[in-house]
């Protein structure tokens, strides 16, 4: 998103089925409820059980915040959500948050966190690290 180098990048938990597809090219929104820092360009994909791994990384096209009603208005159709479900996920929420997916590109082999060194927690939401970590390295070089 930015035009100089990433400080950080952002690990993020996404559940199996919504994972994969983003990872396929056909989810194109993700849907939170709190914004990512504006210095994120990287967001890695851990994506939940039974897989517990991390599968791959996406880039950052835009993050864009309104109300859910004007969220769903605009990225409903690309997000691989049913309605009823996203308006449960923001019952009470006066925010949503939509991060679009640039290019996205899966891992030939995930990689458990327990692999990295230093070991990162499994984030609730999501996490960030340095660029220059060993997770985020480590990683990279996969």
């Known amino acids: 998103m930015g035009g100089t180098a990433a400080q950080r990048v952002a690990l993020m938990a996404i559940h199996e ?9 056909r989810k ?4 939170r409820k709190r914004r990512l ?12 059980a039974p897989v517990s791994k991390v599968i791959g990384h996406f880039s950052v096209d835009e993050i864009v915040q ?7 208005d605009r990225y409903g159709s690309v997000g691989i959500i049913e309605r009823d479900a996203f ?23 995930p990689v458990a966190l327990a692999d990295l060194d230093p070991t990162p ?11 220059s970590s060993t997770p985020s390295r480590a990683l990279a070089a996969v």
């Open 28 to 31: 194109l929104v993700e849907f």
């Open 87 to 109: 308006f449960e996920y923001y019952q009470g929420a006066a925010t949503a948050v939509a991060i679009v997916v640039g290019e996205a590109e899966r891992l030939t082999d």
């Open 121 to 131: 927690a499994v984030p609730q939401s999501f996490a960030y690290l340095p660029a």
């Open 66 to 72: 309104g109300t859910p009603q004007d969220i769903w």
């Open 37 to 48: 820092a504006d210095d994120i360009d990287t967001v890695w994909v851990y994506a939940t």
């Open 17 to 25: 089925r919504y994972a994969d597809a983003i990872m396929d090219g």
